[in-house]
C-alpha cells in the first residue's frame, strides 16, 4: 500500500493505518529512536509513542512525506525521552555529543523567541542541507539526524575519524556564517 492510502487510513480513523505504518516503517522509526536513545526498550517505546502521535495528527494534518513525518516524530519524541531520562546529569552518549556540537551554530538560548523565528531557522538549515554536496549532505545527516558515531560514519564511507570531524566541523562553521547572516544567531 503506498503512503497516500495509508494517511487516508488515518483520515478515515481506520486502525489498519496503524499497522500497515508498523509494516512499512517500524525499522525506519526504530533507527532513529536507537541512534538517539541507544537503548532497545526506550526506542520501542519511542517508535510505539511515534504512532500515537500520528494517529492523534493525522488529521488535520496531511502529511506529503509520511516517511519523513514519522522520522521528525520519532526523533523529537526520542530527544524528549532522552532529556527526561538524563535530567539533572550530564548523561553520555552520542546524542549529548551531537547536541553540544550543534549548539554552537544555534542561538544562545537554543530557542529561537517566536513561531516565525523557528519557521525561518528551519527553513534555512533544510535549504543549507539541500546545498550541500552528496557526500557532505550525507555526512552531515548521519551526525545530526540519527545522531550516528563518527566512528560508524567513517568506517560507511569509508573515510578516517578525522576526515568525517574535519567535514562535520566545516559544514558547521558553514551554517553558522549563513545563520549569522540570516540574523538568526
Known amino acids: ?3 497516500g492510502q495509508i494517511v487516508q487510513l488515518y483520515f478515515d480513523r481506520d486502525e489498519r493505518a496503524l499497522s500497515l505504518t508498523a509494516k512499512k ?12 536513545l541507544n537503548s532497545e526498550e526506550d526506542s520501542k517505546e519511542s517508535v510505539n ?21 514519522l522520522g521528525r516524530l520519532t526523533r523529537c519524541i526520542s530527544i524528549d525521552k532522552w532529556r527526561k531520562k538524563t ?23 537554543g530557542n529561537p523567541a517566536s513561531e516565525t523565528e523557528k519557521k525561518l531557522l ?35 564511507n569509508s573515510f578516517s575519524e578525522s576526515k568525517v570531524k574535519t567535514m562535520l566541523m566545516r559544514t558547521r562553521q558553514k551554517l553558522q556564517e549563513i545563520l549569522k547572516k540570516e540574523g538568526l544567531l
Not at 525499522?27 to 529512536?33: E, G, I, P, Q, R
Not at 494517529?55 to 519523513?68: E, G
Request: glycine residues 8%.
Open 1 to 3: 500500500m503506498d503512503d
Open 25 to 36: 516503517y517500524g525499522a525506519y522509526c526504530y533507527a532513529v529512536a536507537f541512534g538517539i
Open 49 to 69: 509513542d511515534t504512532y500515537l502521535e500520528a494517529w492523534n495528527r493525522i488529521p488535520p494534518h496531511k502529511p506529503n512525506i509520511l516517511k519523513i513525518f
Open 87 to 109: 535530567a539533572g546529569k550530564r548523561g553520555g552518549g552520542e546524542i549529548h555529543e551531537v547536541l553540544d556540537e550543534l549548539s554552537e551554530c544555534v542561538s544562545a538560548s
Open 122 to 156: 528551519d527553513e534555512t538549515v533544510n535549504s543549507f542541507v539541500k546545498g550541500l554536496k552528496s557526500t557532505e549532505q550525507k555526512v552531515f545527516l548521519c551526525r545530526y539526524w540519527y545522531a550516528q558515531p563518527i566512528k560508524q560514519i567513517a568506517a560507511e
